[in-house]
């Protein structure tokens, strides 16, 4: 695969076998469809998002992927990517690092302001990073991507200095990312209740009104001069204004796409995708998020999954194929590693996650799990093999909750009885914090392999100031955590995708997850929508040069 996402015209012949889906997804296409003419100026863009309406729309509080979505209108990083993954100017023009790693010089852009007027200055980024690293602010995204971030210099208004703890190769990487991105100090000062409802940037956009369970409105920032450095062209966006509105349920936002009632919609369901694509009227865009795959965490903390024979079995007995062919239309391919597929240094092993139901009863019986009850769920001391699964309505589509449901049933066969606990996003993380899960399937975004630190390494089984932790394998692992800590300070890129790889292995070898597939991104929009593209960094969408053709 050569490109990070594509963006393609629906049609049926596109669609001849399922599988031509996923091929045209690999395909690059720079240049998206065949445009219709010049820009044109003016016009209200509608947006319907199916993910769950942040509490917050300041994504340094919490961190989490609805929040990237939209603040990425308003909010901007000091650095990007372009499409080729190579980091790129934005707000900081240039960079530099010391000998040792441990100091970062960061040039910013002269004569920028926040849309509040506030200068952009290198006391500015301090304040961020100081507001990032404050347990008040409940970071848990932006904190932990920062982690080595020891204090930010002013060194002169357009130079900031990042001394660091130990030297992090993936510094450049967290920085490109809208939990990172940088706010107007004063925004900052106005305290957290206010700043959440509407924090102020450099974007192309600024939240004008929020009216919660309905929508966002966005207006045009008539000033805006900047722009990471792949930005198809300077100054202020061609649209007016951006109604970001919230439509959990993904008929009603299809529908509402069919009817013209929108201009564009995110979490498009594989029917829809399916349904779409036969249509041949809607454009798609196809982009899987950076990091990790979606997968299915095991408890090795506790009971029954501290033991590696039972993580096996699981394992071992779980139909994950059959399912993504059936429940997917071709939209999403069978992953063995826990890094996305855009990730270059992923490392898969399909060996280990063939479904073998005998495998599976061989280990269970090994681990002593030799009983079963009268419905044939296996039992030890008196104990059942339960494995409780909480499932986030807000974060797992119609489609994987059935998968999860295939899942359950195939395992079932081997004597594991799996508790399937649909919760909204608040209940869900609830029974994360109480321990109250053996399995769980959590997606988490962040550019490039250093996200397995925050995954595994056992510093994460220690909550984030916003009481998440990160490890919910609670993988304690010292030959572990020294490969992640020697990887996340080698400049060496040779040397660091050895260590990487030898970290994959322990994780993908010790059963502590069962990957899925990449974390989902295909947004449909009507074809008279131009100009829009999902950023290279985390595969959110940017309006800043799009428009509405007549």
């Not at 722009?227 to 993904?250: C, M, T, V």
């Amino acid at each position: 695969m050569t490109s990070r996402r594509s963006i393609r015209p629906l049609t049926l012949a596109a669609l001849a076998a399922a599988s031509a889906l996923v091929l045209a997804a690999c395909t690059p296409s720079a240049d998206g469809p065949e445009a219709s003419g010049d820009p044109v100026t003016g016009g209200t863009l509608v947006y319907a998002s199916g993910d769950a309406e942040p509490s917050c729309l300041d994504p340094h509080v919490g961190g989490n992927y609805p929040q990237a979505l939209i603040a990425g209108q308003f909010l901007e990083s000091l650095v990007s990517l372009d499409e080729s993954g190579e980091v790129i100017p934005w707000l900081a023009t240039e960079w530099q690092a010391s000998d040792d790693g441990l100091t970062w010089d960061f040039t910013l852009r002269e004569g920028v302001t926040f849309t509040d007027g506030t200068p952009l200055d290198a006391e500015a980024v301090k304040v961020n990073v100081e507001h990032l690293q404050d347990p008040a602010t409940q970071s848990s995204t932006g904190y932990l991507a920062l982690g080595k971030v020891a204090s930010v210099e002013v060194v002169s208004d357009t130079v900031a200095r990042f001394h660091l703890s130990t030297p992090d190769s993936a510094l450049l990487e967290s920085l490109t990312q809208p939990w990172t991105a940088i706010e107007s100090p004063a925004g900052i000062a106005r305290g957290m209740e206010e700043n959440c409802l509407a924090p102020i940037g450099t974007g192309p956009f600024v939240v004008d009104e929020w009216v919660p369970q309905d929508h966002v409105s966005l207006v045009r920032n008539d000033d805006y001069a900047t722009g990471p450095a792949d930005r198809a062209h300077d100054g202020a966006p061609y649209l007016d204004g951006i109604e970001w509105r919230f439509i959990p349920d993904s008929a009603s936002r299809y529908a509402a796409l069919q009817a013209g009632e929108v201009d564009i919609i995110d979490n498009a369901q594989p029917d829809t995708l399916d349904q779409a694509a036969k249509s041949g009227t809607l454009v798609e865009i196809d982009a899987p998020r950076p990091g990790a795959s979606n997968r299915i965490e095991l408890n090795s903390g506790q009971a029954p999954f501290d033991d590696v024979r039972v993580r096996e079995a699981f394992i071992r007995a779980a139909d994950v194929n059959d399912g993504i062919d059936a429940l997917f239309f071709g939209t999403a391919e069978r992953s063995y590693s826990v890094l996305s597929s855009v990730e270059p240094l992923a490392y898969s092993d399909d060996s280990l996650f063939s479904t073998d139901l005998d495998e599976a009863n061989a280990l269970l019986d090994e681990a002593g799990w030799t009983e079963r009850d009268a419905d044939g769920i296996r039992t030890k001391d008196g104990a059942t093999l339960t494995v409780r699964f909480p499932v986030s309505t807000n974060q797992s589509i119609p489609a994987e909750q059935s998968l999860f449901e295939q899942i359950q049933a195939t395992a079932k066969e081997a004597g594991f009885d799996v508790q399937l606990e649909p919760l909204d996003l608040s209940g869900w993380y609830g029974a994360l914090f109480a321990h109250e899960y053996e399995a769980v399937s959590a997606p988490y975004t962040k550019v490039g392999p250093d996200v397995l630190r925050i995954l595994y390494h056992s510093d994460s089984i220690t909550p984030a100031p916003s009481g998440y932790f990160a490890n919910l394998a609670q993988l304690d692992d010292p030959e572990l955590d020294a490969l992640l800590t020697e990887a996340a300070s080698e400049s060496d890129p040779d040397a660091r995708a050895s260590l990487y790889e030898q970290a994959q292995q322990i994780i993908l070898g010790g059963f502590y997850a069962l990957p899925l597939y990449d974390q989902q991104n295909h947004f449909l929009h009507s074809p008279e929508l131009e100009g829009v593209r999902a950023m290279p960094t985390v595969s959110t969408p940017t309006f800043a040069d799009a428009w509405l053709a007549d």
